[in-house]
């Protein structure tokens, strides 16, 4: 009997509280005639032997499957290998069940796929190597990026070569910013540095940074 056509009177309230009883909440005196009533009413002991099967099944130790469908056909096998006297027709609590689990296993996925999901996927808009920026206030400024094996000591010597400083990165492409000194960043300075930092074997890209409009 599905919970729309429960019985009404004494005899439905302790139909509402047989999944209570299921599942462990009820106290001992609360209990107590619940069970009492389940001894001598035939109709409330198909529904508690139903129920308890469902609980059952829920409370396995197998972990939940992420597919919805493996998790629906694992629930059957387990509700068709109930003993003869504890097998009922499905009914809406049967299917209600099944949903529940194939609900908790989307969430479970969705949950791992947000742990595993990497920094870059919810970074900030892409940006390339000659998309226009504004200017800082120090001097002109120029992207570059290094090779791996650079040291420390020769990024120093570089950077005194050209007489900048890192303003900015790296990005995750490894792209660094670099500005001028103030006063160094005529077209002629520019274009200077650019030769000197293009010709030195650790660096794999330099390119000034076009100013927004």
Known sequence: MSADSAPGGPHGVIWELIPWLVNGRLSGEEAAPVRAHIQSCAECAREFAQQLCIFDAMQADDSIAFAS???FQKLAARLDAAPARTRVQPTRRWLA???VVAALGLAAWGAWSLQHTPASATAAPYMTLTAPASVAAGGAQLRVVFTPSLTLH????????????ISDGPTEAGVFTLTLAPGRDSSADVAQRL???RADANVRFAEPVVAAP
């Open 69 to 71: 469908e493996a998790a």
């Open 97 to 99: 069940a099944a949903s």
């Open 154 to 165: 020769e990024l120093e010597r570089l950077l005194h070569s050209i007489d900048a400083y």
């Open 195 to 197: 030769a000197v930092l």
